[in-house]
């Protein structure tokens, strides 16, 4: 028995670590559901391997900050942020397909290295159809990107997780597509990558501690003075036992008591220490909550807003880690899977990596809005095409200089789309002023004049490039036996009046398909608006209703939901108090709750559906809200209670009933 006492502790910083993630796991489990473990990666097998890589990374972590941060307990600290119930890998590839920049990164080594043949000859020739937003890529078909990134997607067997799926744990022999197209790009390239995402781990460790201490030393005050005050009122019942039971005192409020000549000196000094307790444990239970929030957030700050990483630290810390300097996004999405591959223990301590990683997935072009070309605003207006501007002279006039021809001694003038043609091969689009009217619109984000005009350009050709269209002539099928010259001659011209007439009768069928199609767009949009209004009218009522009647709706019942629940459309949420706010988060973790943050309009612009919490949202943020939805024909939907649980089933039960 004493040799079994003596093993158990024989390692006190695995110990520690084993008590912290045993802390976070029973936390996250009264949250949420029976999925929970598989939500953020706390299941038995990634459970651990997470702690083998904090015992494994936690000598370096103590020689770079323990002397930094003498009151802090670097090996609890460590496992609090290896452990803390934050974003996986996995949910910020779902938000922001790291496995798409993955695969342009590989796509562009490969380029460089001249193996393109080579890789396309280890694709799959079946087209497995990955999930891809709508993207032109000026040097890789869509088809090609698709392809490349469902490589990357399913090096561990086909799933809905694709960074870190439970398959990652199964053996696997022999050789892959994967590693046969790892094998494209030279070891010291990948390597280099790999290097690079390391090096922003300890970059973001070095900012999380910088932040976290001040908190941690705050705490560590309160609780010394806490204990403090709890030798005090050990010291006064020692001294009461002495004393004789004073007689009772008719009932009154502690400052009555306090003022009251008559009551003994001790008494007073329980009730004056008491006070001192209580706001004690309260500015302790403040503290707890900032830490809580600050471990929340940090590893997603771009993920919550500005607003919510204000709320979290110190303004420094915030915009220091809203703009953390990531200099190539994609080449860090390789990383990330390059070091899987190879079970490195950086990425298994998830923290400071998730960080990086979440960073550099959200700096990716489509992360925080996927295009969609009837909204640009430049090509279409409410679904009606935009007809493209006379040819611009300007760029066609020779009023430049070009290259002196040795031979004769000349030098031409030249036009700056002669220029462009010469260097590039390119022909400009006849139409240069589509994208005009965005320069305004650039300049309110923040864009100099030259910038902004700069990027129209730019953004014209590759519009113009994205949408080019191959046209074939219509396939004729010729004749092996010989035909007279009359008849030759008076087929053609047959031939031609059918060529003729079926142009036009195509041009009619366009004509009307398109006419069909706005019609049947504008009916299913009225009718949509209808139900929403009818919909949006019933959740107002039922509310008003239950609060004329005084019914109690924070009424806790059994969930009916498994949570967490994955939500697949865009949903964002205003209003709610903050206990609420930090309850529901966990229980629907896809859904954008905003508070009373109205600051950007395009996040309501991109939303499929809008939930309001009426019993917590200030009038102009609710009306700012109404606006905005209108304007944008976008879904709202009422929190009916105050309870989190039955909020977020409202939310879930929504999200079910629209895929019926």
Not at 18 to 45: G, M, P
Not at 390 to 411: C, H
Not at 528 to 545: C, G, P, T, W, Y
Request: net charge negative; aromatic share 10%.
């Amino acid at each position: 028995m004493a040799n079994k006492k003596k093993n158990a502790s024989a390692n006190p910083n695995l110990d520690t670590v084993k008590d912290v993630f045993r802390k976070n796991r029973h936390i996250t489990n009264r949250i949420q559901q029976k999925t929970v473990f598989e939500a953020t990666d706390l299941s038995e097998k990634y459970y651990a391997r997470r702690i083998k890589a904090v015992m494994h990374l936690l000598p370096e972590m103590k020689k770079r900050y323990a002397a930094k941060y003498p009151e802090m307990d670097m090996v609890s600290e460590f496992a609090e942020a290896a452990s803390f119930p934050s974003i996986t890998y996995d949910i910020i590839d779902w938000q922001m397909d790291v496995c798409l920049g993955a695969a342009v990164w590989l796509l562009d080594r490969i380029w460089e290295q001249e193996k393109m043949q080579q890789l396309c000859d280890l694709l799959p020739k079946e087209d497995d159809g990955a999930e891809l937003p709508v993207i032109y890529d000026t040097r890789f078909s869509e088809e090609l990107l698709g392809r490349t990134k469902n490589v990357a997607a399913n090096r561990y067997g086909e799933g809905e997780r694709h960074i870190i799926p439970p398959t990652f744990f199964d053996r696997r022999e022999g050789a892959d597509t994967f590693h046969a197209v790892l094998a494209l790009v030279p070891d010291e390239v990948k390597e280099q990558a790999a290097a690079h995402l390391k090096q922003k781990f300890w970059e973001w460790a070095d900012w999380y501690f910088e932040g976290l201490y001040p908190i941690i030393r705050e705490q560590k005050r309160l609780e010394k003075k806490l204990e403090r005050i709890h030798r005090e009122i050990d010291e006064l019942s020692v001294q009461k036992l002495r004393q004789k039971k004073p007689a009772a005192l008719p009932f009154a409020s502690p400052d009555m008591l306090a003022a009251n000549t008559l009551m003994s000196g001790t008494a007073k000094e329980v009730l004056q220490i008491g006070r001192q307790l209580a706001e004690l444990e309260e500015a302790l239970d403040d503290v707890s909550d900032r830490l809580s929030d600050y471990r929340f957030t940090i590893f997603q700050i771009n993920l919550m807003g500005k607003q919510a990483a204000l709320d979290s630290m110190e303004e420094k810390h915030a915009e220091a880690m809203r703009h953390f300097p990531i200099d190539d996004p994609y080449e860090l999405c390789f990383a990330l899977l390059y070091l899987l591959d190879a079970d490195d223990d950086f990425v298994w301590v998830y923290s400071f990596m998730t960080g990086a990683v979440c960073r550099a997935a959200y700096m990716l072009p489509w992360s925080i809005e996927t295009y969609d070309e009837a909204y640009d605003g430049f090509w279409f207006d409410e679904d009606a095409w935009i007809p493209p501007q006379p040819l611009d002279s300007a760029w066609y006039e020779q009023n430049y200089i070009g290259d002196e021809d040795l031979e004769d001694d000349i030098v031409s003038d030249v036009s700056l789309a002669q220029l462009v043609y010469q260097s590039t091969g390119t022909l400009l689009p006849r139409d240069m002023q589509r994208f005009d009217s965005g320069v305004k619109w650039l300049r309110r984000k923040g864009l100099k004049p030259s910038q902004a005009s700069m990027l129209c350009a730019v953004m014209n050709i590759l519009g113009e490039a994205s949408r080019q269209q191959k046209y074939l002539p219509d396939g004729t099928t010729a004749e092996t036996s010989p035909i007279e010259p009359a008849a030759a001659e008076q087929a053609a011209e047959e031939n031609a009046q059918l060529k003729r007439e079926l142009t036009q009768m195509k041009k009619i069928n366009h004509d009307l398909s398109q006419e069909n199609a706005i019609l049947q767009d504008k009916l299913s949009k009225a009718e949509k608006a209808s139900a929403a209004m009818a919909q949006e009218l019933a959740d107002l009522r039922e509310i008003v209703f239950n609060q004329q009647r005084s019914v109690p709706q924070d009424k806790e019942e059994p969930a009916k939901i498994a949570f967490p629940y994955r939500t697949d459309r865009r949903v964002i949420a205003f209003g709610g108090h903050d206990s609420w706010l930090r309850e529901i988060k966990f229980k629907v973790p896809d859904v954008r709750f905003m508070g009373e943050d109205i600051s950007s309009a395009e996040v309501i612009r991109r939303a499929d559906v809008v939930w309001i919490q009426t019993n917590c949202i200030g009038h102009n943020t609710y009306y700012n809200v109404i606006d905005l939805v209108r304007r944008y024909g976008r879904k709202v939907r009422y929190f009916k209670y105050a309870s989190a649980v039955k909020c977020a089933e409202q939310v879930a039960e929504e999200e079910e009933k629209s895929k019926a």
